[in-house]
């Protein structure tokens, strides 16, 4: 069975084509400005729409006629940038008479980790531009054990990567001058029970660009940021019972924060995984895996369903699939 998945949340378009064993198609394009300005970054999806399609169909061998449900990204996100990808899964599912699935795409990021690790119940940190969460299974739903209480890790990353002028987005130049920095003592680390706050430790980095070194700034703001994030991760570890650690979203791209994890899972005797870079950043496949999943557990979205959720939480998800 064939499902076509489209992610539209935010900078990145993507298209993927997986069938119930493999991922036979994942292409994309991705916004690039100043931040992600939300309209901008719809027309730009609108404008590659087609194209990102045409490559994904390309790429696995097959065509639109042969595909035999299509998902699409429903939330959370930007509501400018969701609508491209449900307007367009919507015309595909109507023109070729095909059901269509609607997924939540923080969800996507557990289930496609899990499928391609080949493991069956991690606590999962999840690291991105708009989400930071700590997410275990419990009594049916994906629970969030821990999260931001502002930004995302990402979003801090990339602001603070603004202010020195780098490219948007900037995870590998920072990693870069992460490498190279050392620690200077003082920056916030806000830790709150099992959630953690990121915007404190933003300012006060943004105040020191002037009077540290830049790798120094970004060493610290970073290591701070990973520090708490881990530490959080750790106490959902112990609370669960849990032994096996997955890290995602596009931040998981992150040689430190990959170093900091295994050590912490080594640790405590649990095993540790991180998916291919491709299948951690936004992606279609992880969109299309998680339509099929649901598909293939009963789960179609009707037409009057499928409008956008922008503040669809992880744990308003019921796991129907793993019941």
């Keep these: 069975m064939l499902c076509l998945g489209v992610e539209g949340t935010a900078h990145t378009f993507g298209a993927g084509i997986v069938d119930e064993h493999h991922v036979l198609a994942n292409t994309q394009h991705s916004y690039m400005g100043i931040g992600i300005h939300p309209r901008k970054a719809a027309d730009h999806h609108a404008e590659y729409a087609s194209s990102v399609v045409d490559d994904a169909l390309r790429e696995a061998h097959v065509s639109l006629s042969d595909i035999e449900v299509f998902s699409f990204s429903q939330g959370p996100g930007m509501g400018p940038c969701l609508r491209i990808a449900a307007t367009l899964v919507r015309t595909l599912s109507l023109k070729y008479e095909k059901p269509m699935v609607g997924v939540n795409h923080c969800v996507a990021h557990v289930e496609v980790g899990r499928w391609s690790c080949g493991i069956d119940d991690p606590v999962t940190l999840y690291v991105s531009g708009g989400n930071t969460q700590i997410i275990a299974y419990a009594g049916e739903r994906y629970r969030v054990f821990g999260e931001t209480l502002d930004i995302g890790i990402g979003n801090m990353q990339d602001v603070f990567g603004r202010g020195l002028g780098l490219p948007f987005p900037c995870g590998k130049e920072m990693d870069d001058m992460l490498a190279r920095g050392s620690y200077i003592p003082g920056l916030p ?3 709150k029970g099992m ?6 430790l933003l ?3 943004q105040k020191r660009i002037s009077s540290h070194k830049k790798e120094d700034i970004v060493h610290t703001l970073m290591m701070n940021a990973y520090s708490m994030v881990v530490e959080a991760t750790e106490r959902a570890m112990s609370a669960t019972e849990k032994t096996k650690l997955l ?6 791209a992150s040689p430190k924060l990959k170093e900091m994890c295994g050590i912490m899972a ?6 540790f995984y991180v998916p291919h870079p491709s299948l951690c950043r936004d992606n279609g496949a992880m969109i299309a895996y998680q339509g099929l999943l649901e598909y ?11 409008c956008v959720r922008q503040k669809w939480r992880t744990d308003e998800v019921d796991v129907t699939w793993r019941k």
């Design 189 to 191: 680390y806000t830790v």
């Design 266 to 271: 080594q640790e405590r005797d649990a095993t």
């Design 203 to 205: 300012t006060e980095a």
């Design 296 to 306: 293939m557990h009963g789960k179609t979205t009707s037409l009057a369903e499928s």
């Design 195 to 200: 959630d953690f706050g990121f915007s404190g």
């Design 247 to 252: 890290l995602t979203g596009g931040v998981a």
